[in-house]
């Protein structure tokens, strides 16, 4: 009897992520450049679940999913990209060890036995430097014919 007990509370507190948690995710996001934090940046992020949209310093909330969130930013110059894996929880392991599996291939579906860092820092960089175009005017300059 108590053998049953044990079994039915273990069931009851580790449930399915898609009954006990949600699918969705508060992600909190800043931007930075030489160490110091920038405001007013706009970021999209993006994961297979949709598209949401953030100012820095700010916070959004998505829809989780298993495939990683990419974090594009830009403001005038400044351009900075992350990328947050997307991890499973602890739910996820209680589904595969009590319900056999079921309960994972429903929350691998909807995205709620998975999670996001719940913290984005995002390193910006100016445009030019990014993709190498100062170094790549100097080139220029320097191969340049003087008349």
């Given at each position: ?29 800043q931007t930075i450049q030489d ?56 739910a996820v392991w209680g589904n ?52």
């Open positions: 009897m108590f053998k049953i007990l044990c079994i039915s509370t273990l069931l009851v507190l580790t449930g399915c992520a898609s009954v006990t948690g949600s699918k969705l995710q508060p992600l909190s996001v160490g110091k934090e920038v405001a007013g940046v706009g970021c999209t992020l993006t994961n297979d679940a949709g598209k949401w949209f953030v100012t820095t310093p700010g916070s959004v909330t998505v829809q989780k999913s298993t495939g990683d969130m990419a974090v594009d930013c830009a403001k005038d110059e400044l351009r900075g990209r992350e990328n947050l894996v997307s991890k499973s929880n602890g595969i060890i009590l319900g056999g599996g079921i309960g994972y291939i429903i929350d691998r579906n909807t995205g709620a036995g998975f999670d996001y860092p719940n913290t984005v820092t995002v390193v910006l960089n100016r445009m030019a430097a990014a993709i190498g175009l100062s170094s790549l005017s100097t080139i220029v300059a320097s191969e340049t014919p003087s008349k």
